[in-house]
């Protein structure tokens, strides 16, 4: 198992090149419609997208067993919350990979009669599943991060927040407002905690680039399943930008290892 474990990772470059080529092509084929092109270049553009995403298939032959070695080690995280989204979420991506060999079957003419349709659709859900775990565990390491920042920043906010006017301590020149005074009243004090809210956002992400490119890659991502699912519909254009630029991130993090989030 591990063996081919380290063959399949062998091959996951060249899977992102191959990716970030298969939704090139289905970007430039959206622009060429838009466009008014030729029909014959519209065809040549969707047989290379056809080609690349049926080398994808076949590079991604065996990756089940990668991502079921994936959650054995997340199933020994000591979070609670971490150890739930990454075991789950790789277990979806096994089942991911397990139905898109099998479409690779289907299309090389090795399962003649399988219902393409069908198992696209199967997969496409194990994908988005996979996805959603993913950007739910983004969202937790970005909240622990504020939540750190906040106590080494900002470590008497807490009590200057308490402290300041408000009717429950009786601070307010006028302890009972009227109910047109109130929303005006409050409405600093919330604009103040957004602000101070979204300083700590970007100051986290600013210096987590790994937990930025992760959550940059998987919110572009999880538009793929969502168009194809007819979940939200976006386009072939808004698809193929997605899928380009979470493969041009996929990238970086292959060449600049440092840049992958972990665990």
């Known amino acids: 198992m591990d063996s081919w474990v ?3 990772s062998q091959s996951q470059a060249k899977e992102r090149v191959f990716r970030a080529a298969q939704y090139a092509c289905t970007l430039l084929g959206y622009t060429l419609q838009k466009g008014g092109s ?23 032959l065996g990756n089940s067993a990668e991502a079921v070695e994936a959650a054995k080690r997340a199933v020994h995280l000591s979070d609670s919350v971490l150890r739930l989204c990454l075991t789950v979420a790789h277990l979806n991506k096994a089942m991911y990979f397990a139905c898109d060999n099998v479409l690779w079957a289907g299309k090389a003419g090795l399962l003649p009669k399988l219902d ?17 775990l993913n950007l739910t565990r983004d969202a937790y390491e970005i909240r622990l991060l504020m939540e750190r920042e906040a106590r080494s920043s900002h470590g008497g906010s807490n009590a200057t927040w308490t402290s300041s006017p408000s ?69 072939q254009g808004f698809v193929g930008a997605c899928g380009l630029a979470s493969s041009v991130l996929s990238i970086l993090t292959i060449v600049h290892p440092w840049l992958k989030l972990k665990p």
Request: with cysteine.
């Open 167 to 235: 009717p429950e301590n009786g601070d307010l020149s006028h302890p009972h407002p009227s109910s047109s005074s109130f929303p005006v009243a409050i409405l600093p004090l919330l604009s103040e905690r957004f602000g101070r809210q979204f300083h700590l956002l970007g100051t986290v992400l600013r210096s987590n680039p790994p937990l930025l490119l992760d959550l940059l890659k998987n919110a572009c991502d999880v538009f793929i399943p969502l168009d194809r699912l007819g979940i939200y519909p976006t386009g």
């Open 116 to 132: 393409q349709d069908k198992w696209s659709q199967r997969s496409f859900r194990y994908y988005l599943f996979a996805l959603i």
């Open 38 to 60: 030729g029909v014959e270049l519209l065809k040549m553009v969707k047989q290379l997208e056809t080609h690349m995403s049926l080398s994808r298939k076949l590079m991604r």
């Open 6 to 8: 380290r063959f399949s």
